[in-house]
């Protein structure tokens, strides 16, 4: 039987009993039913894990001992940050559960001219605690030990505008060139921009060619928002990273 892999939000170094978050002890107690003396794997997203087992549960709380730890890195050398402009429904939640498992350091919600979801402040920020859960069960399912960030909202063209030394790209379906022919990948790694359902608008468009974005193209056929990020993140992990 596999052994559970739990997150648990602080650091596990030198402690030798802990008791787990509230979420983490109703998923093992409640959910998967566990008894006192089972194993668990716990990660802190420092890229350790720790051997654990369980001393105590209750209806609320769930307590472990430490038993052992070590450094378990199964982090992509390239370091992707993924610009999403939000799609509807469970597309966004789909792409974040899916680019976490290819390996994605970093996602930043992003809102353009064609977004078609209109959130306000609670509401937004609801979602993206939300959107960091299901990054943290994606980690718990696929064996990452660092849990990427889930970033506050951005405007696309603010989020274009940051400097952080990495490659920029937008996939294009006219552009000249592919991810295959791409340079060298600096040590920043890559700021991978993809739009709406609706793209991005002519305007948008400008503005990433301003702030020396680079127009990839994936192949001849028009991709999916939900679809183009994944087989994008992919394609660079094959090409630079540590698929295939």
Known sequence: ??????????????ITFCEL?????????RVLRMQVGEQLELFDGSNHTYAATITQVSKK??????LSQQLDDRESHLKIHLGQVI??????????QKSVELGVS??????SERCGVKLDA?????????????????????????????????????????????????????????IRTLPAIPEEGVRLLIGSEGGLSPQEISQTEQQGFTEVLLGKRVLRT??????????LQICFGDLG
């Open 1 to 14: 039987m596999r052994i559970p892999r739990i997150y648990h939000p602080t650091s596990l170094q030198g």
């Open 21 to 29: 978050s509230e979420d983490a002890a109703n998923h093992v107690g």
């Open 61 to 66: 709380a769930v307590t472990v001992e430490i």
């Open 87 to 96: 799609s509807r429904g469970e597309r966004m939640e789909f792409t974040i």
């Open 106 to 111: 970093v996602i930043t919600p992003l809102w």
């Open 122 to 178: 609670d509401r937004m920020e609801k979602k993206i605690q939300q959107w960091q859960k299901i990054a943290i069960a994606a980690c718990e399912q696929c064996g990452r030990n660092v849990i990427p960030e889930i970033r506050p909202l951005m405007r696309l063209q603010d989020w274009c505008a940051e400097k952080d030394g990495a490659l920029k790209l937008n996939l294009h379906p006219k552009a000249q060139y592919s």
């Open 226 to 235: 939900e679809t183009a990020s994944l087989a994008a993140i992919s394609a």
